[in-house]
């Protein structure tokens, strides 16, 4: 299958899912998806496999909750995998769902008022069917959102967060080739940048470049870091060192990269995402929270390149599954108290 097709396909599956209720949902996962089809997404609903599993889990509760929930995406893309020789095309899709919320949702109570439920979809198209995806959504900024405050103050800032600054991440038609060869190449770059500038026992440990030497090789000076809820939102090289990277770097110690699932790019726009990327152990004070056991992080990341250097970056975790792995289960603590959560320490 040629990725216009791919693309194709997955735009008329967004439009079938816009215009799908509860009732119906079912039936259109099953038009456009295999018997077999794998579905990840995030905690609680971790794996499914097949049209009847997926909807039961995450789409017929989504849908019972959320009143004319409709996508309304900032980046699409779509590549084969650069990982592997797998068969098919991923096509990623980043934006926000809007929708009303109007039921509670995993315990999240309902505000009846506008949300803006952040997501980012990877799509596996093979034969004419989507047979994997990859399903994130950002449920603590989902939570913000309904006024809880489910983990201390955050590093960086709490946004509803906007799509590319140049407004040209909907790639639905081709793409020049080359230019999505140098999205990646950049994107390859600069991760092998990040393992060779930290060390998973000792932060302090003689490195080939300061943090941001690391990044200037990459990064524009005034680059943009749209990170998860829990984590916030920084800008500039200077102050995602001193409210990112710093604290990641020196509060999460042994950390092992596990690979990516699927990595494209299209254009001067790419990203990844793993399943999980990193096993890491928190050392205490990682999102103010103490030192705990080891845990994995599954992430997508979304870049846009401007020129020779990356511009902008989305990130999405499963900070309810990372937490969860530590003991603290913020979604049971929503269901069990059925008051609005607060941070309470372990």
């Given at each position: 299958?040629?990725?216009?097709?791919?693309?194709?396909?997955?735009?008329?599956?967004?439009?079938?899912?816009?215009?799908?209720?509860?009732?119906?949902?079912?039936?259109v996962?099953?038009?456009?998806?295999?018997?077999?089809?794998?579905?990840?997404?995030?905690?609680?609903?971790?794996?499914?496999?097949?049209?009847?599993d997926?909807?039961?889990?995450?789409?017929?509760?989504?849908?019972?909750?959320?009143?004319?929930?409709?996508?309304?995406?900032?980046?699409?893309?779509?590549?084969?995998?650069?990982?592997?020789?797998?068969p098919?095309?991923?096509?990623?899709?980043?934006?926000?769902?809007?929708?009303?919320?109007?039921?509670?949702?995993?315990?999240?109570?309902?505000?009846?008022?506008?949300?803006?439920?952040?997501?980012?979809?990877?799509?596996?198209?093979?034969?004419?069917?989507?047979?994997?995806?990859?399903?994130?959504?950002?449920?603590?900024?989902?939570?913000?959102?309904?006024?809880?405050?489910?983990?201390?103050?955050?590093?960086?800032?709490?946004?509803?967060?906007?799509g590319?600054?140049?407004?040209?991440g909907l790639?639905?038609?081709?793409?020049?080739?080359?230019e999505?060869?140098?999205?990646?190449?950049?994107?390859?770059?600069?991760?092998?940048?990040?393992?060779?500038?930290?060390?998973?026992?000792?932060?302090?440990?003689?490195?080939?470049?300061?943090p941001?030497?690391?990044?200037?090789?990459?990064?524009?000076?005034?680059?943009?870091?749209?990170?998860?809820?829990?984590i916030?939102?920084?800008?500039?090289?200077?102050?995602?060192?001193?409210?990112?990277?710093k604290?990641?770097?020196?509060?999460?110690?042994?950390?092992v990269?596990?690979?990516?699932?699927a990595?494209?790019?299209?254009?001067?726009?790419?990203?990844?995402?793993?399943?999980?990327?990193?096993?890491?152990?928190?050392?205490?004070?990682?999102m103010?929270?103490?030192?705990?056991?080891?845990?994995?992080?599954?992430?997508?990341?979304?870049?846009?390149?401007?020129?020779?250097?990356?511009?902008?970056?989305?990130?999405?975790?499963?900070?309810l599954?990372?937490?969860?792995?530590?003991?603290?289960?913020v979604?049971?603590?929503?269901?069990?108290?059925?008051?609005?959560?607060?941070?309470?320490?372990?």
């Amino acid at each position: 299958m040629n990725t216009p097709d791919a693309k194709q396909l997955v735009r008329e599956y967004h439009s079938a899912l816009d215009n799908a209720d509860s009732a119906t949902v079912e039936s259109v996962l099953s038009t456009y998806t295999s018997d077999d089809w794998h579905w990840r997404g995030m905690h609680p609903f971790h794996e499914q496999y097949g049209a009847a599993d997926v909807a039961t889990s995450f789409f017929k509760p989504l849908l019972t909750s959320f009143s004319s929930l409709r996508r309304r995406a900032d980046m699409f893309l779509a590549n084969q995998n650069s990982l592997t020789g797998e068969p098919g095309i991923w096509v990623a899709s980043m934006g926000h769902f809007i929708g009303l919320f109007d039921q509670e949702f995993l315990g999240i109570p309902a505000t009846r008022k506008i949300i803006m439920l952040r997501y980012a979809e990877f799509n596996r198209v093979l034969d004419n069917q989507i047979v994997e995806t990859g399903m994130f959504f950002d449920l603590i900024h989902l939570m913000h959102q309904a006024g809880l405050q489910p983990l201390p103050p955050q590093t960086g800032a709490h946004l509803v967060q906007p799509g590319p600054a140049t407004h040209d991440g909907l790639l639905y038609e081709e793409q020049n080739p080359d230019e999505g060869r140098i999205t990646l190449d950049l994107i390859n770059r600069m991760i092998g940048d990040i393992a060779a500038n930290s060390n998973a026992d000792d932060v302090d440990a003689p490195q080939d470049a300061t943090p941001q030497q690391e990044l200037q090789r990459c990064w524009h000076d005034d680059m943009l870091w749209w990170g998860p809820d829990g984590i916030g939102a920084t800008y500039t090289i200077d102050r995602y060192v001193d409210q990112h990277q710093k604290p990641f770097r020196a509060q999460l110690g042994s950390r092992v990269f596990n690979g990516h699932i699927a990595r494209i790019a299209e254009g001067n726009y790419g990203g990844f995402f793993g399943w999980p990327n990193l096993s890491l152990t928190p050392l205490g004070g990682y999102m103010g929270l103490p030192k705990g056991p080891r845990a994995d992080m599954r992430v997508v990341d979304m870049y846009r390149r401007d020129g020779d250097k990356l511009a902008e970056n989305w990130i999405f975790i499963d900070v309810l599954h990372f937490l969860n792995m530590q003991g603290l289960d913020v979604l049971q603590r929503l269901q069990d108290s059925k008051r609005p959560a607060t941070f309470q320490g372990t």
